[in-house]
């Protein structure tokens, strides 16, 4: 009967990152739930958000920000890399993602991907709102828990 159920189960998975304590966190619960399990891939996805055409004075400022942003997102994606692969996943089943950001919000762009691909598991770092403030404005996670459809989604503390 569980070889019935592994064939139909997506072990793509992917795992919305920033370069907070709680992203840092989500990726490794996930290394620690699913390294070494065969077939199972990971995407680290950053969504790079641009500030509005008239935060910057001039072309040039907006592509020397987004280049040294870059910078940053590449050296915290390569950590996390390395902390999936030292718990266990082959490097050709971890892979990048840093589209920029062209819906409204990160949660509708994690979304996005999520229907882009087709991924089994959606993993997040709970967002450091207090309950109230959770309640009044929302955050990345709840939004995402609310939207997400066709996949499990963890939420990790």
């Not at 020397?64 to 915290?76: I, K, N, S, T």
């Not at 996943?89 to 990048?96: C, D, S, Y």
């Not at 949660?107 to 991924?119: K, N, P």
């Not at 955050?139 to 828990?145: C, F, L, M, N, Y």
């Amino acid at each position: 009967m569980a070889n019935r159920l592994d064939l139909h189960f997506n072990r793509n998975v992917l795992l919305a990152v920033d370069d907070s304590e709680n992203a840092r966190r989500a990726v490794a619960y996930a290394g620690y739930m699913l390294g070494g399990v065969p077939g199972t891939s990971v995407t680290l996805l950053h969504v790079i958000s641009e500030p509005d055409e008239d935060y910057f004075a001039r072309a040039e400022e907006k592509q020397a920000w987004l280049e040294q942003y870059q910078r940053r997102v590449d050296a915290f994606l390569e950590q996390y890399r390395r902390m999936l692969l030292d718990a266990g996943f082959p490097a050709e089943a971890v892979k990048t993602r840093t589209p920029r950001r062209t819906c409204p919000s990160i949660a509708e762009s994690i979304l996005a991907e999520l229907d882009r691909s087709r991924y089994g598991t959606l993993v997040v770092g709970r967002q450091g709102l207090s309950r109230k403030e959770e309640f009044l404005f929302g955050s990345v996670s709840s939004r995402i828990v609310g939207h997400a459809r066709h996949c499990a989604v963890w939420v990790v503390a």
